[in-house]
C-alpha cells in the first residue's frame, strides 16, 4: 500500500511539473513559427507558473537575504520555514539563519534574538541606534557607525573594527545592511543611490573599503562582487574581483526602475523589459516585465495581483531554455 502511495504522489508531481512547463513549451513553439507576440504572453504566465514555489498573502513584508518576514501582528517569518515570534512589530533589520534556526531582528534599540526558540535580548553598547544586524555562528550589528559582534557561547560584546562604516554624505538620516557570505562580511550605508560599501573577513580586516555604488543591492559569487554604479541616466551594472579590486562594467544602462540579486542570477527592470544575468556571463533580455517586491538569495517574491513566492533556480533555468530552444532574447556581447 506504501509503495502504491509513492508511485501516487511520483507520478502527480510529474503530471504537475509537466502542466507547468507546458505554457513553456507552447511559447517556444509558437516563437518558432514567428507568432512572437503570442510566444511572449506562454514566457510570462509560464516562467512563473513553473517557478511558483507559494502563494503568500501577507502584506508588510521584510526580506533578509535567506527569508522573507510579515509584521502584521507579529513579526512571522514566511519563508523558508513558517514561525511567530514575540517581538515587536518595529522592524529595522531582520535576518535569519535556517542552518542553525536562529532570528536576529532590531527595532533600533536593542537586537531581539530568537536561538532554538529560544529569546534573549542583546543591549546596544553605545549611544547610537542598531541599523542593522546579521547572524552567522555569532550576531553582527552596527550601531551608528561601528560594528559589533555579539559571541552566542561566551554572552559577551566586542567592537569587530576600527573602521568607520559612514555613508558617502553626512546625511542625517541613512539605512544600513549587513550580508553575511561565508567567512565575508559586507556592510553597506547610505540612502537614495548615494552608498558606501565594505567587503571585510569575520576578524574585522577590510578587503574592499568604502566603495562608492548606487544601490545597496549586491551578490557575491566565486570571489566577484556584483554591484550597481553611476546616477540617473547612466547606470552601469558591474563586477568587482575581490581580490584584484579590477572591476569589469558588464552592462550600461540608461534607465533603471529596480535589481533583483539572487544566488542564481539577476534581474534587471529598465521599465520596459527585463535583463536577465546569468553567473556564467551569458545575458538576455525578455520583452516584458513583472512587479517583483523583494528577493532573497534564493527566491523572488512577485505581484501579479497576488503574490507568489517563486525559485530563482527554476526561473533561470526555464529562460536559459527559452533561449537555447528558441534563439530569442539573447543578448550579444
Not at 104 to 111: I, K, P, Q, S
Not at 217 to 239: M, Q, R, T
Amino acid at each position: 500500500m506504501n509503495r502504491f502511495l509513492y508511485l501516487l504522489v511520483f507520478v502527480m508531481m510529474i503530471t504537475l511539473s509537466c502542466s507547468r512547463e507546458k505554457e513553456i513549451h507552447e511559447g517556444i513553439r509558437l516563437y518558432n513559427e514567428g507568432l512572437t507576440q503570442s510566444a511572449f504572453i506562454k514566457f510570462k504566465e509560464g516562467l512563473l507558473h513553473y517557478s511558483t514555489i507559494k502563494a503568500i498573502s501577507a502584506q508588510n513584508l521584510y526580506f533578509s537575504p535567506l527569508a522573507i518576514f510579515s509584521s502584521e501582528n507579529l513579526l512571522s517569518l514566511l519563508y523558508p520555514e513558517q514561525h511567530s515570534y514575540n517581538f515587536p512589530r518595529e522592524v529595522v533589520s531582520v535576518w535569519y539563519d535556517p542552518q542553525d534556526d536562529v532570528c536576529a531582528v532590531t527595532d533600533g534599540v536593542v537586537v531581539y534574538l530568537s536561538i532554538h526558540g529560544k529569546e534573549s535580548i542583546i543591549n546596544n553598547p553605545s549611544q547610537e541606534p542598531i541599523k542593522a544586524v546579521a547572524h552567522a555562528t555569532n550576531t553582527y550589528f552596527l550601531c551608528g557607525k561601528e560594528l559589533f559582534v555579539y559571541d552566542v557561547k561566551k554572552e559577551n560584546i566586542k567592537k569587530l573594527s576600527s573602521i568607520e562604516f559612514a555613508p558617502p554624505e553626512a546625511f542625517k538620516y541613512y539605512n544600513a545592511y549587513i550580508d553575511i557570505v561565508d567567512d565575508t562580511l559586507i556592510v553597506i550605508v547610505g540612502i537614495a543611490g548615494a552608498y558606501n560599501l565594505w567587503v571585510i573577513t569575520k576578524s574585522g580586516d577590510a578587503l574592499i573599503s568604502s566603495a562608492r555604488v548606487a544601490s545597496w543591492k549586491h551578490a557575491l559569487h566565486e570571489g566577484a562582487l556584483f554591484v550597481i554604479k553611476g546616477s540617473a541616466g547612466n547606470w552601469d551594472f558591474k563586477s568587482i574581483n575581490i581580490k584584484t579590486k579590477q572591476e569589469k562594467t558588464i552592462k550600461n544602462f540608461t534607465s533603471l526602475i529596480d535589481i533583483h540579486m539572487t544566488k542564481h542570477g539577476v534581474v534587471i527592470n529598465t521599465g520596459e523589459q527585463l535583463y536577465i544575468y546569468l553567473y556564467n556571463d551569458e545575458m538576455y533580455s525578455l520583452p516584458f516585465i513583472y512587479s517583483i517586491k523583494g528577493e532573497t538569495r534564493d527566491s523572488m517574491v512577485v505581484d501579479t495581483g497576488s503574490m507568489a513566492i517563486i525559485s530563482s533556480e527554476k526561473f533561470f533555468a526555464k529562460v536559459q531554455k527559452i533561449a537555447k530552444d528558441s534563439g530569442c532574447c539573447i543578448v550579444k556581447k
